[in-house]
């Protein structure tokens, strides 16, 4: 049987989304983050229906919090997104304002980190590492303003570009060799005598390959993001640019709540007489 994709966001969401894989998502939380964790609580996504599995729009994160109430999420995408740094920030905004309940003071806003694994080829991050880690800094002193935001990138294209990858010593080239949908079968077993947190992984997958259901699902995942990706390569070779527009329009809709009008015109190449008419259903929709 061909080994399951652990980066098909489903099947990532069930290795270290669901209770029960504690102990695998804090080891690989600390690599990514490059600290030890003491606890971690994962936030369980119980509405994952064969609609919203088979949903290209849909994201399926994987969300903890920390004992010190710090919230995570984790971010696989392998559908090409032109846009993925404002759509990352913008979906930032949305985890940490929803943090704040009905009359609690700003001073309980918990700090938010994002962890965006990206599995396509892409070029807004013009930098030769595969893991970049982004903060709020002043520009002149590198004085940083907050530890609220913090945002994690990883470029699986540029980690299998690595002539050399250190699995004795390094955590997280471990856990990205694993999840590398082409490792070697004599790989994984090497990762695994390595460290029981994969081995605990795989003993997992190799479990959830077995369930019907389960395969099914998965299965309805990889189709619904084939299926965006076909739609959205058909539309570019042929010049059909309509249902991307389209889209641009949506995205940027919704940034007007959070960024600056020019910032959104820039980003989403839309005309000003297209911004202009977005603003105004804006204004329309509070009043």
């Known amino acids: 049987m061909a080994r399951l994709k652990p980066l098909n966001d489903f099947i990532f969401q069930k290795l270290m989304g669901e209770q029960g894989s504690e102990a695998e998502l804090k080891s690989f939380l600390g690599a990514v983050l490059g600290r030890t964790l003491k606890e ?3 936030l369980e996504n119980k509405t994952l ?3 919203i599995i088979g949903d290209k729009g849909s994201i399926l994160d994987v ?3 920390t004992d010190d109430n710090t919230h995570i999420n984790i971010e696989v995408q392998i559908n090409p997104y032109k846009f993925m740094d404002i759509r990352s920030l913008f979906y930032w905004s949305k985890l940490y304002s929803a943090a704040l309940e009905a009359g609690k003071d700003y001073k309980e806003l ?3 980190i994002t962890i965006n694994i990206l599995d396509y080829e892409h070029d807004f991050i013009k930098l030769d590492r595969f893991h970049t880690v982004f903060h709020l800094w002043e520009d002149t002193e590198r004085y940083k303003l907050t530890d609220a935001i913090e945002k994690h990138f990883i470029e699986m294209s540029k980690f299998r570009k690595l002539e050399e990858k250190d699995l004795e010593n390094d955590a997280l080239h471990r856990w990205l060799t694993y999840f590398d949908e082409k490792t ?4 994984i077993k090497e990762l695994m005598s ?6 605990k992984t795989n003993e997992r997958l190799n479990f959830l390959s077995q369930d019907k259901e389960f395969l099914h699902r998965a299965n309805l995942r990889d189709i619904a993001l084939s299926d965006y990706t076909t739609a959205m390569n058909d539309a570019k070779n042929e010049g059909r640019e309509e249902g991307m527009k389209d889209e641009r329009i949506k995205r940027a809709k919704a940034m007007l709540r959070y960024l600056d009008i020019d910032i959104v015109t820039k980003e989403f190449e839309l005309s000003n007489e297209e911004i202009e008419t977005l603003v105004m259903k804006r204004y329309d929709s509070l009043g």
């Open 110 to 112: 918990p700090n938010v």
């Open 63 to 65: 969300r903890a919090t």
């Open 194 to 199: 390595m460290d029981a947190a994969i081995q």
């Open 40 to 42: 971690i609580t994962i």
């Open 49 to 51: 229906t064969p609609e």
């Open 184 to 187: 070697e079968e004599s790989i």
